[in-house]
Structure formats: C-alpha cells, structure tokens
C-alpha cells in the first residue's frame, strides 16, 4: 500500500510568484489536511478537506488556497509568496474528519522562497 | 480548546538508556496520537491509543484517560532514536484542524 505521496519533495520559489502543492492520500482516506511547519517549531494547521468540500480552515491570509478532486488528492497554492512562507509543508490523510481517527503524514514540500 | 503539554523539551541520553516522554493534556480525549520527526523529515506516526499501553519494538506508549496524561518509552535507546517526538490531541473546536500538536520533544541519543 502506497503510503501519502507529496510533490514536489523541494521547491525554490522567488518572492511574489506563485506555488501548488500535490499530495495523494492513503487509498480508502477521504480527508487530507494541510499543515505548515517552520523550522523549529510545531506543525500548524492550514486546511482540511472531505469529499471535496473544505472542512476547516486555519488562521492563514487569503494567499493560500486548496482544493481536492474527486480522487481524494489534494493541492495547496500560494499566491503572492513571502519570505516568510518558506517551510515545509506537510499533508495528512485520514479515514474522515475528527482527531480520533489515525492519521498518515506525507514526507512533506520543502519549499525555500529567496 | 485542548492544550497539549510535553515533557522534557530536549532530552539528551547515552545509547542504552530507558527514555520517558510525558504528554499532558487539558479536555478529555478518546485517542492520543504520538508522532515522530526526524530532522528535516517529514512525520510519521507511531501510535494512536485510547486506553492502556500499545508496543511497537522497542516503544511503548500508555495512556491514562482519567490523568489525562501520556508516556513514550522507548527502552535501549540507540542513535538512531534521535528525532523529534510530538503527542497530538484531538481539537473538539476552533480553527486548528482535528489535531492539537504539542511543542515536541527533541531527542538526543549519543553512541
């Protein structure tokens, strides 16, 4: 069983440009969740989705967006990029929604804005 | 809101040692999650229980719903242990997603 894939694994992006995400869950999730974590701290949440509709949202600037498809994979874009968005950016699949379901971790984008 | 405690932050041991990791936690929860991150890596989880003590190898995880508290042991460390650990509970509310991550814990262990 493939386990949740992320691409790309690295990214260097320039300031203002523009960014997308790809993550594909574990076959049988219906939910994937975005998190963004900078270096040294914690992971923080951003999105999640179930069955293509957005079921949260964290305290992020209307710059970043997602969506999922119909296959349950998921993309994450970022608008106008800042410094301050380089991280690694990691996405989660569960069965459903709610913290008492298992969760898989992709190996994460790894994105450098310069 | 559930607030996820851990303890200690940064832990360094001798390869051999008995390690414990503590995770406290404020709402009661029907599953805690414990992660692990090694550097520059992505997460991977290593238990999700609801009651009791699960093992994998040389972890071990329990829980206690009535403390509303967690361990991670990991007995005859080794080298390769070294990572971040992270116990993650539900969030019954708010704009935070399903999981409340604690600070983590970063592990040290020396050959």
């Known amino acids: 069983d493939a386990g949740v894939t992320q691409s790309p694994t690295h990214l260097i992006k320039t300031r203002g440009q523009h960014v997308t995400l790809r993550c594909s869950p574990i076959?049988?999730?219906?939910?994937v969740s975005w998190y963004q974590q900078v270096l040294g701290q914690g992971p923080q949440f951003i999105f999640q989705?179930?069955?293509?509709?957005?079921?949260g949202r964290g305290n992020f600037p209307d710059r970043f967006s997602a969506r999922q498809f119909p296959n349950y994979s998921s993309e994450l874009n970022v608008n106008a990029l800042l410094l301050g968005d380089s991280a690694l950016y990691l996405c989660?699949?569960?069965?459903?929604?709610?913290?008492?379901?298992?969760?898989?971790f992709g190996s994460g984008t790894r994105l450098t804005v310069v | 809101k559930n607030e996820v405690e851990q303890s200690p932050q940064n832990l360094t041991a001798q390869e051999g040692e008995f390690i414990t990791i503590n995770c406290s936690y404020s709402?009661?929860?029907?599953?805690l999650h414990w992660l692990q991150q090694h550097p520059g890596g992505g997460i991977v989880s290593l238990f999700m229980?609801?009651?009791g003590k699960k093992k994998h190898g040389r972890l071990i995880a329990t829980i206690n719903i009535q403390e509303k508290h967690s361990s991670l042991h990991i007995t005859a460390s080794h080298p390769r242990d070294s990572a971040v650990y992270i116990c993650?509970?539900?969030?019954?509310?708010?704009?935070?997603?399903?999981?409340?991550f604690g600070k983590g814990t970063k592990l040290s262990v020396k050959p």
């Open positions: 989660a699949s569960s069965l459903a929604v709610g913290g008492d379901y298992g969760y898989t």
């Open positions: 076959s049988g999730h219906k939910s």
């Open positions: 989705y179930y069955e293509k509709e957005e079921r």
């Open positions: 709402v009661g929860i029907s599953a």
């Open positions: 229980l609801s009651s």
């Open positions: 993650a509970a539900p969030n019954y509310g708010g704009s935070q997603g399903n999981l409340i």
